[in-house]
């Protein structure tokens, strides 16, 4: 039976505190392997802390390569850190497992299995960028390659059943890319950085119809870390801290070998309501959304199942400009995986919620902001995570 004491849950996460975050370089850096970019971002995110890698007893994030013990992951951070790791976790759940992670290590830290986490993710694509398109067409079954349904396929029928039932256009869809652009614009990281009109991004090249190249995220190389420690450490820790304040997780249907579910809803509809209500708060307490945006229909379905608008109403929703720059829903202000970066995006959502918390992004803050809602799914839809972050 699900749990309803979610105030339990509450108060349980304010005995831990997000004091320390870090990006790497974003774009093509394969000469560098992940090690070495994880290894940056985790000492990155313990410096902006001001910890040590002494100080860290847990890892969240990553997976380990097969199933054997020799190529474990928690040993083999272990060694990489130079001291045991008292805990380790991972959620196998694609980009859905950002908000997953943060949110058990969270946890767990409250709960005192470890004093200081740090959440992990991205690294190095390796090789050509033809092997990473070969690699990532493969990742998804023998059918998906033989029958052409790759990824950008399947969220392209999500599209197109969007447009079919409630009138939703490509230009809609095109504005999405156009705010996050305009984001992306003002931070110094980010891969892709010149302006776009609606005009650019429904001429752009069709991907998969009625996906164009600009409605699709970047790939790329890079890593991120987040520091998630217990609330009497954080009081000596350099900045002002950032609580976890709620989160849920829906995992409804296996993606990718299940196509028989209901391409109008999503564990969205679940995670928003839950995670709100864990942390206390109504859609209107939250100053602004970062939501995993692998293509445009993705955020604007989550903007709906999250409860942001009616369902249907996505495309009208987004279309005033309220997701830019100056915006009353200022959206994805790092531009996001359409045109920051991708290969962590999630967690590099989260990363860019604490930055806006703290009020430290020049340019690109939004005045003022207090509360995030975080948001990331995994597989068309299948798997879904949230977690609503707030000044401490």
């Keep these: 039976m699900r749990s309803t004491d979610l105030a339990r849950t509450r108060e349980l996460l304010k005995g831990a505190a997000i004091v320390g975050v870090y990006t790497t370089e974003q774009g093509d850096l394969s000469e560098r392997s992940s090690d070495s970019l994880l290894l940056e971002s985790i000492e990155g995110a313990l410096a902006d802390a001001g910890l040590t890698i002494d100080d860290v007893d847990g890892i969240a ?40 992670n943060i949110l058990h290590a969270a946890l767990a830290v409250a709960a005192g299995l470890a004093e200081t986490i740090v959440v992990i993710g991205g690294g190095s694509r390796g090789g050509s960028r033809e092997d990473s398109v070969r690699k990532m067409a493969y990742a998804h079954g023998e059918f998906d390659v033989s029958w052409g349904t790759l990824v950008p396929s399947w969220f392209a029928l999500a599209a197109r059943r969007h447009m079919h039932e409630y009138g939703t256009t490509s230009e809609q869809l095109a504005e999405i890319a156009v705010s996050t652009r305009s984001w992306a614009a003002m931070h110094p990281q980010a891969i892709m950085k010149k302006p776009l009109t609606i005009s650019d991004v429904v001429n752009s090249r069709m991907i998969s119809d009625p996906l164009h190249l600009l409605d699709c995220c970047l790939s790329n190389d890079g890593a991120g870390a987040m520091v998630i420690t217990s609330r009497a450490r954080a ?64 955020v604007l379905r989550m903007i709906e199942d999250l409860g942001f608008c009616k369902k249907g109403e996505g495309g009208a929703f987004v279309s005033d400009g309220k997701l830019r720059p100056g915006g009353s829903l200022p959206l994805n202000t790092h531009g996001g995986g359409l045109s920051w970066g991708h290969n962590f995006s999630g967690l590099a959502h989260a990363i860019e919620a604490v930055r806006q918390i703290r009020g430290e992004c020049g340019a690109r803050q939004v005045p003022h902001a207090r509360t995030a809602l975080v948001h990331t799914q995994g597989g068309p839809l299948a798997m879904h995570g949230t977690v609503i972050l707030a000044g401490a």
């Design 61 to 100: 994030g990553g997976r380990s390569p097969t199933d054997s013990a020799a190529t474990a992951l928690p040993g083999y951070w272990s060694e990489l850190l130079g001291h045991p790791v008292r805990y380790y976790s991972t959620v196998d759940a694609a980009a859905a497992a950002h908000c997953a």
């Design 235 to 298: 009081a000596d820790c350099r900045h002002k801290s950032v609580q976890v304040l709620g989160g849920a997780e829906d995992y409804t249907f296996q993606g990718y070998v299940n196509v028989g579910h209901d391409w109008l809803s999503s564990g969205a509809e679940y995670c928003g309501q839950r995670a709100l209500g864990m942390a206390g708060l109504a859609h209107a307490d939250i100053d602004l959304l970062e939501i995993y945006d692998c293509f445009t229909i993705t």
